[in-house]
């Protein structure tokens, strides 16, 4: 008998406990202090692989502005009442010191927080909980705060540039080889689609105060420079954007040696320099300026505030983000259902890179998701680069997104721009970094480069052209937008999309045609 009792106890001392299967492997449980958790929540628009397909059939039909509003809407519906059936237990929970520092989202429902290891069996028992991530992304919880007092004055220049008529010239402007080599210029021509209408959210470094890039910025209408949170949004002095990093509304870029961020910025929308060279891909189109690339409030914040493309020339490799890859997937999927195009350069991380990285692992989060463009990189003469970072990609072993394997892997890089050899906007000086850059213009706050090189300067390629689609056709949906810029692309390899190229060079003209007929 006792034989057979001890039998039974460890039979059922080795089974798993219930809910852990909802914890992330990477959580240790016998941790006496805090850790960094996600609870997801199980109420999702798109809960696991396969789902965002099946809302792209349902939603087809209706125009993005509709599709829109539908998804917020119901992405913040989900959020209130998850929470509304958790609040109990998470009240609880933070009264007896297991849990704190709560911060609710909604592009993905769930929360995160501060919890103790009990917290966190006793969470994944609830029904309201799907899964419960260790949050290699955490950030404090921390008030929207005011500038300091040089920010300030920074932005309150800004602000005055950004008032003044600009004077720029408009017509019988210079147009460097890469915006020609796409065809965009012949966009604005023909079709006249020059991007006018169109807000792209460009979530990197901030700009330097060159007017060039001033004059392209979207203003948020609710919001002044006074210290105050105008428009009841959280957030102080939003004018332009947002930092997310440091919770303040300075959008320059603070960095001593090159601004990443104004050439990316200076790619997709800026406006001519005082000689008239234009940088821009997509000329009229309006530029909103976020930091914070893996907060998810970045994500938040541009679908509520009217972005139609959201430019990242940010990504993470030879790092082990566990599941929570699954969590971004998740997130970016309700963006695009939300009408919001993702899309960023595909890496420097190629076979012959100095940075090289095994095949699989060359491009990573957030462009290894699937319905994020990734863009890889050829010189001039559309000879593959020796940096830009292959296909294919794989998400194996993730938790609800386990759909592609070795043997069934994701295709990528999606599609094909020039990375470098062209100018773009930068810190004044920083030529002198490197003694294979030139400057060819200067003006107050910039100055004009050719020098730096990387697929993040071929992401903002592709976030133009479909600002120039988006101004033919505004009610496009993120899905048929990248369908049709994979259709019209010029192939590079004589055997068809591939784990190189992708679909090949951006054709904009091609896009912009295809674009308009459904208009």
């Known amino acids: 008998m006792i034989y057979r009792n001890l039998l039974f106890f460890l039979h059922f001392s080795l089974l798993p406990l219930p809910g852990s299967e909802k914890i992330d492997a990477a959580i240790d449980l016998n941790k006496r202090d805090f850790s960094p958790v996600f609870v997801r929540m199980s109420d999702q628009l798109v809960t696991c692989a396969g789902e965002y397909e ?10 993005r502005s509709k599709n829109r509003k539908e998804v917020i809407g119901l992405l913040q519906q989900k959020a209130k009442d998850s929470w509304e059936a958790l609040n109990g237990t998470l009240s609880r929970l933070s009264k007896e010191g297991e849990i704190r520092n709560i911060r609710k ?72 080889w890469n915006v020609r080599e796409i065809g965009a210029n012949l966009a604005w021509k023909e079709v006249n689609a020059t991007g006018r209408g169109v807000k792209v959210a460009v979530i990197d ?32 002095d939003d004018l332009f954007g947002y930092d997310f990093k440091t919770n303040n509304g300075c959008v320059l870029d603070t960095s001593k040696t090159t601004s990443h961020g104004s050439a990316c910025a200076g790619i997709i929308a800026g406006r001519p320099s005082i000689s008239g060279l ?10 909103m300026l976020l930091k914070g690339g893996f907060d998810l409030r970045s994500l938040e914040y541009l679908m509520t505030n009217g972005a139609d493309i959201v430019s990242m020339s940010f990504m993470i490799v030879n790092r082990d983000l566990g599941q929570i890859r699954g969590l971004f997937r998740n997130a970016f999927e309700h963006l695009s259902l939300g009408g919001v195009l993702a899309v960023g350069g595909a890496g420097n991380y190629g076979p012959k890179s100095r940075r090289a990285m095994p095949t699989g692992k060359q491009i990573g989060l957030p462009k290894d998701i699937p319905c994020v463009l990734a863009i890889a990189g050829v010189d ?19 938790k609800f997104f386990s759909d592609y394997s070795e043997s069934n892997p994701l295709l990528k890089p999606d599609l094909t721009a020039f990375p470098s050899g062209y100018p773009v906007w930068n810190l004044s000086g920083s030529h002198k970094i490197q003694n294979d850059w ?22 903002p390629h592709a976030a133009g052209v479909a600002a120039l689609m988006l101004s033919a056709n505004s009610e496009l949906n993120p899905w048929e937008i990248s369908e049709i810029l994979r259709e019209t692309a010029s192939d590079l390899d004589s055997e068809g999309p591939g784990s190189k190229f992708g679909y090949g060079l951006i054709d904009a003209l091609a896009a912009v045609l295809e674009a308009k007929k459904g208009n």
């Open 54 to 63: 099946k809302q792209i059939i349902v939603r087809s039909d209706k125009t």
């Open 205 to 236: 470094t901030g700009i330097v105060p060159a007017p060039a890039l001033i004059h392209a910025l979207a203003k948020n209408p609710g919001e002044e420079l006074n210290g105050l949170d105008d428009d009841g949004n959280g957030l102080i």
């Open 438 to 459: 030139k400057e060819v213009e200067r003006e107050e706050g910039g100055s004009l480069i050719i020098g730096p090189a990387g697929n993040s300067f071929s992401g």
């Open 380 to 398: 001039r003469s559309r000879k593959k680069l020796p940096f830009s970072s292959e296909g294919p990609c794989y998400w194996e072993g993730v």
């Open 105 to 176: 989202f909604w592009v993905v429902n769930g929360f995160t927080c501060l919890a103790r290891a009990s917290a966190i069996r006793k969470l994944a028992n609830q029904p309201e909980v799907s899964m419960i991530y260790l949050d290699r992304f955490a950030q404090p919880v921390r008030q929207s705060s005011s500038m300091t007092a040089s920010q300030f004055q920074d932005m309150r220049n800004i602000l005055a540039e950004w008032r003044r008529k600009d004077s720029r010239p408009s017509k019988n402007v210079s147009i460097p």
């Open 278 to 287: 234009q940088t821009a891909i997509a000329p009229d189109a309006k530029i």
